[in-house]
């Protein structure tokens, strides 16, 4: 299999929200030029210069004078890039006083803090669908986040210490990480995912589902091949993760 490269976007970063997510797209070189390519048409079709799934939900930015119409119209060609083009979703969900609570500051200062802790886990989620046995994909994948937000120093600890790591850069194929600016075009993807993702926990855990139903949006990005991946770590996940990371490090010391 080609070299694949997974692209990643964090949500939730403001002081005032109550979610956290890190989430993003794998797909290979070559797909990831042609998602490019097609991704940077429909933009240019529709006059903008970039995607940002907030702008357009709030019509800000470049989206300032659209509509409800416009904004569908603009989805409706997008998510099938990235249906097409992508292999698969990858996210990590949490609710960040859910985070604070139960997990221990030891694991918050060598992960980074929660998004450090979410990376993390789509790098477990993505080793996973490595290791299917329809899959067994061995060689190292690369990582691109958006530089400059509130998560990128968390991020850039927690893959220190990983690629540090030996055995554990091994078992998560990680080959490298980068930073890049939202003019990176397979990011934007990324963004739409991440922004879908936080509101999903938003609406559906938090409020029950009672204010809004699951959005289409959210439906259109994702399927049976990719749903596995995005992960949402209630009290029970985050204390499984606790007792895996404990066992890890106690692998290690042996």
């Keep these: ?32 030029e042609l998602f490019n390519n097609e991704w940077t048409s429909i933009l240019k079709k529709f006059g903008l210069h970039s995607m940002r799934r907030a702008d357009l939900e ?18 409706q060609q997008l998510q099938p890039i990235i249906n097409r083009r992508t292999k698969m979703a990858v996210g990590a969900m949490v609710i960040k006083e859910e985070f604070e609570k139960f997990i221990p500051s030891d694991i918050k200062d060598k992960i980074g803090g929660v998004y450090g802790f979410l990376a993390y886990n789509c790098l477990v989620g993505v080793s996973q669908w490595c290791n299917r046995p ?3 994909h061995k060689q190292p994948i690369n990582w691109v986040f958006e530089a400059g937000t509130k998560g990128h120093g968390q991020v850039d600890k ?35 995912m991440a922004y879908e993702c ?12 009672e204010k809004h139903p699951i959005r289409i949006s959210m439906t259109k990005l994702v399927g049976a091949e990719t749903y596995p991946y995005l992960r949402f770590l209630d009290k029970p996940g985050l204390e499984n993760f606790n007792k895996e990371w404990e066992r890890r490090m106690n692998t290690e010391r042996r």
């Excluded at 690629?163 to 990324?190: C, I, M």
């Excluded at 936080?198 to 589902?209: P, R």
């Design 198 to 209: 936080f509101k999903l926990i938003e609406n559906q855990v938090l409020d029950k589902g």
């Design 1 to 32: 299999m080609a070299m694949l490269t997974v692209y990643c976007d964090d949500s939730g970063t403001d002081d005032t929200t109550r979610v956290a997510v890190v989430a993003g797209y794998l797909s290979n070189v070559a797909q990831w």
């Design 158 to 192: 927690m893959f220190h210490a990983t690629y540090a790591n030996e055995k554990l850069r091994h078992v998560t194929h990680l080959g490298g990480w980068a930073f890049s600016g939202k003019d990176t075009v397979p990011l934007q993807s990324a963004d739409l």
């Design 58 to 75: 709030n019509f800000r930015g470049e989206f300032e004078k659209w509509n409800p119409t416009r904004r569908i119209a603009l989805l």
């Design 134 to 136: 329809s899959r067994r």
